[in-house]
């Protein structure tokens, strides 16, 4: 029989390039689970995916209702869980509070908001995750694949955050003690630290809590259930839907600023190996573990084939963003490395799903 994985926001990008490895292995069934049907079923076909390695079910992390629906769902089908990986995402790079840049070139945008009224970033980025995680962790416990796994996208900025290139590009992230979170995260706040909005920050805030979560979910379940928890900086995919929202002049440019300069650039069918080998490979099964890539050549190879450590040069900045590294849990840096912030958000994140 196959095994079975979740993988969220697989409709695009590097969650439809992880689904189609998967299922291409023959040793996978994909659950696509997505806020768009039509989208999904579309991508999946054109992907040359067969019918019955995949099923799309409908599953809005912006909602938490729909995350319910969704889990109920998936175990109306009377499959088991063997992965589950969390990677759908929204970046709204060019949302700050109403005209903080030049008004009319840049027109500012206020903060967005989830169908529960969370700011949308945190909201689909991470809460929907968290809810998903805490939802489906029984399925995973009684999976006959050890380990099961379950899977968190993190990004530069969640680990390294000021320490190398990509933590260094303001705005920086910075959740601060969660005083946003703990008024509720409703409008009219919209930020983590509750400072105001800017929506580059909110989606790096959004990723630190996902790196934080899977630290926490590790802390919690690992010891007792064998369930390994990881995340990952997959590179610098510059041609995903993550950026749909940038300038299109940002658009045209940055995939070659990362080939060329910085040497981050990762296609989108190098990274969907990645994520499938931190699914599928036991090189990528230590529980805590967050796997870094750089960019396509060399650094980190299929599924971190030819990976090469690199920890020698952690003070080199501009190396390290385009070479491969593994940070065990306690050397995973910035906000995320407080155990006790970790904590707190997990209370904060435990009272606002309960109250939707
Ligand atoms: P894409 O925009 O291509 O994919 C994001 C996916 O998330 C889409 O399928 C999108 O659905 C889905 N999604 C968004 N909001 C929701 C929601 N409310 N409910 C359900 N699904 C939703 O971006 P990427 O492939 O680049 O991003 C994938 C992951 O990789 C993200 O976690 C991102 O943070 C991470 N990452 C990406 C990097 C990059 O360079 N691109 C670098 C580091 C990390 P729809 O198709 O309907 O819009």
Redesign the pocket.
């Known amino acids: 029989d196959k095994k079975t994985v979740i993988i ?9 390039a992880a689904a189609k490895e998967l299922a291409a292995t023959g040793d996978w069934y994909v659950i696509m ?4 049907f039509q ?2 079923e579309k991508a999946a076909k054109e992907a040359g995916m067969f019918e019955d390695s995949y099923e799309v079910l409908h ?4 909602s938490n209702r729909s995350v319910r629906h969704f889990v109920d769902a998936f175990h109306a089908l009377g499959r088991p869980l063997d992965a589950l990986v969390c ?5 709204f790079p060019n949302a700050h509070k109403p005209g903080i840049f030049l008004p009319g070139l840049f027109a500012g945008e206020g903060p967005r908001y989830s169908a529960d009224g969370h700011e949308l970033s945190f909201a ?2 991470y809460l ?1 995750h968290f809810l998903l995680c805490k939802l489906l962790l029984e399925d995973l416990k009684r999976s006959t694949v050890k380990p099961a796994r379950c899977i968190i ?4 900025t969640a680990t390294v955050n000021g320490a190398e290139l990509g933590g260094m590009i303001p705005p920086i992230a910075h959740v601060g003690n969660f005083e946003g979170l703990e008024k509720g995260m409703k409008a009219p706040v919209s930020m983590l630290d509750a400072h105001e909005f800017n929506g580059a920050k909110a ?1 790096k805030d959004s ?1 630190v809590c ?1 790196v934080m979560l899977m630290k926490e979910l590790h802390r919690r379940y690992h010891n007792e259930t064998g369930i390994v928890f990881t995340s990952l ?6 041609e ?5 929202e940038h300038y299109p002049l940002f658009q045209h440019l940055f995939p070659a600023f990362h080939k060329s300069v910085t040497k981050a650039y990762v296609s ?1 069918e190098e990274a969907g190996k990645r994520l499938a080998a931190c699914v599928s490979d036991e090189r990528y099964a230590t529980s805590g573990s967050y796997y870094s890539w750089g960019g396509e050549a060399g650094t980190g190879g299929s599924g971190g084939k030819d990976a090469v450590e690199n920890k020698d040069k952690e003070l080199d900045w501009f190396m390290n963003y385009g070479s491969f590294r593994t940070l065990s849990i306690d050397e995973i840096g910035g906000e995320a490395a407080d155990d006790a912030r970790c904590r707190k958000l997990w209370d904060l994140s435990e009272r606002l799903v309960q109250a939707s």
């Open positions: 969220t926001g697989a409709s695009s990008g590097l969650g439809l689970a997505c806020r768009d989208k999904a599953c809005d992390l912006a990677n759908a995402a929204v970046y689909a980025n929907g996208l993190g990004t530069v989606y990723k996902d900086y997959p590179g610098c995919i510059a995903t839907g993550l950026f749909r989108q």
